[in-house]
């Protein structure tokens, strides 16, 4: 990692709108023109709130996703590219198919050396091959204006047997929202990797030690896949989504607008570890729409609930309430909770601490 060129962009790079993912209204405008001219019929074309498309092939459906490479060079390559492919390949494991094929397309900064080029391929290799996803192709290159951490994108492919996938396009009103994993550690994770003295400060070495060693938690692979062997379909499982950009608001969100439901949320309260809580809390995070990646929504016919809490049991994750898909009373999809409409979240506050040297405006603990 020394000598890299790791650093931000120089002074007098911009871009023009704010960073992170564009506004639905954008997205919507582009993928309404996208649908419109797609020369080939799709299956499943793409939608706001929904990660998985997918086109009818000869005895199925090859589905497809693709996210941006988030390669972090403050951690050692291989959990940084661990980190980055649970990213990519967690959204296809919310379809119910396990992802079989990888591709990666690096363009990484100029100065790359080869022996960091090589651990980074040889890190996404070994965490596909982990879950039994083959490296079948990218491209590899040094250009100017790439930075990391954002260094290139990757593409995930999966073929489905008839009927045997689902996409948050199709929740179920009536369906129990249930939610797994554990609420803001993404987001207190990486602050810990960021603004390591401040969390220091805020919970001693030790714990804020810890919890910069809990990556592995920060995948929806296994609970996904486990989750689908309750069935999928009308009468089981009928939508999965991840919680990292947004949190589970956000992924609630998504569920709606890609279903056109609304969803009624019954979240007495987040299931929110106390260190998680503190970190967040000392930047002004909300654990609602705090990055959660590690947190999976199952939309879940409400006869199939005991039987998805027991596969959790059994992965050691515990579920919890998060509301219920209802039919969409008129207009656009709404969200509620306890009668109050509950708005979209807002840019992903995270962006701003990860990508600052010092912590100034945080609170104290």
């Not at 490479?69 to 119910?96: I, K, Q, R």
């Not at 980074?120 to 070994?126: A, D, L, M, Q």
């Not at 998805?308 to 050691?316: D, I, N, P, Q």
Request: glycine share 12%; proline share 8%; charged share 20%.
């Amino acid at each position: 990692m020394k000598g890299d060129p790791t650093g931000p962009p120089p002074r007098g790079a911009s871009r023009s709108g704010s960073t992170g993912k564009v506004d639905r209204w954008l997205l919507t405008r582009l993928l309404r023109e996208i649908r419109a001219r797609a020369p080939v019929p799709m299956d499943q074309p793409p939608g706001v709130g929904v990660d998985v498309g997918g086109v009818r092939i000869r005895g199925g459906t090859l589905l497809a996703t693709v996210d941006p490479l988030y390669v972090m060079p403050e951690v050692e390559w291989g959990e940084a590219t661990w980190f980055s492919f649970h990213s990519l390949a967690g959204d296809m494991a919310t379809s119910g198919v396990p992802p079989q094929f990888l591709l990666l397309d690096l363009n990484l900064p100029p100065g790359t050396s080869a022996n960091t080029i090589q651990a980074i391929v040889r890190g996404f290799r070994r965490a596909a091959h982990a879950s039994r996803t083959t490296l079948l192709g990218g491209h590899t290159g040094r250009y100017a204006h790439c930075w990391f951490p954002m260094v290139g994108s990757g593409t995930v492919l999966s073929v489905a047997p008839p009927g045997g996938f689902v996409t948050t396009r199709m929740a179920k009103p009536g369906h129990r929202i249930l939610g797994v994993g554990p609420v803001g550690l993404e987001a207190a994770w990486l602050l810990a990797i960021h603004q390591a003295d401040a969390v220091k400060s805020c919970l001693g070495a030790g714990r804020r030690t810890r919890l910069r060693q809990r990556t592995r938690e920060l995948t929806v692979l296994p609970t996904a896949l486990a989750s689908a062997k309750v069935g999928l379909g009308p009468s089981g499982v009928s939508a999965m989504h991840d919680a990292s950009e947004g949190g589970v608001l956000g992924a609630v969100w998504d569920i709606a607008e890609a279903s056109r439901s609304d969803v009624e949320l019954d979240l007495a309260s987040l299931p929110v570890e106390p260190d998680v809580e503190r970190v967040l809390g000392r930047f002004h995070l909300d654990p609602l729409t705090a990055s959660s990646q590690g947190v999976l929504l199952v939309c879940v016919h409400p006869s199939r609930v005991p039987i998805l809490t027991r596969w959790m049991s059994r992965l050691g994750r515990r579920t919890f309430s998060v509301g219920w898909v209802r039919r969409r009373s008129a207009g656009r999809p709404r969200v509620r909770r306890g009668g109050v409409l509950v708005g979209p979240p807002g840019p992903d506050e995270i962006g701003r601490w990860i990508s600052s040297e010092g912590s100034s405006g945080a609170a104290p603990c």
